[in-house]
């Protein structure tokens, strides 16, 4: 089992910026690619971002590339979401995702 648990989501006008952190525990945590999803109102989870192991190889979706920077620190076990230039489209419920394992989700809500 592995445990995720999100902390960071709040609410900001657009433009600002917020930091996602994702904590995972567990016996079964290893050297695997993390990653960030997002469901807003009415719309199914999609993909925001993934990092793999080492931390060397990172990915996108399109609409955030160049305002969010993942990173990982594996001697904490951690991964992290830097949101800056935020827009209202980014309002969403964001989940950190190991393998088969997803978090509670923590709300992430921006106003124009």
């Known amino acids: 089992q592995v445990q995720l648990v999100e902390s960071g989501g709040g609410s900001v006008q657009a433009g600002g910026s917020l930091r996602l952190s994702c904590a995972a525990s567990g016996r079964a945590f290893g050297a695997y690619d993390m990653g960030w999803f997002r469901q807003a109102p009415g719309k199914e989870r999609e993909f925001v971002a993934a990092?793999?192991?080492?931390?060397?190889?990172?990915h996108y979706i399109d609409s955030v590339k160049g305002r969010f920077t993942i990173s990982r620190d594996n001697a904490k076990n951690t991964v992290l979401l830097q949101m800056n230039s935020l827009k209202p489209e980014d309002t969403a419920v964001y989940y950190c995702?190991?393998?088969?394992?997803w978090g509670p989700g923590t709300q992430v809500t921006v106003s124009s």
């Open positions: 990092i793999s192991w080492s931390g060397a190889g990172t």
């Open positions: 995702h190991y393998t088969q394992y």
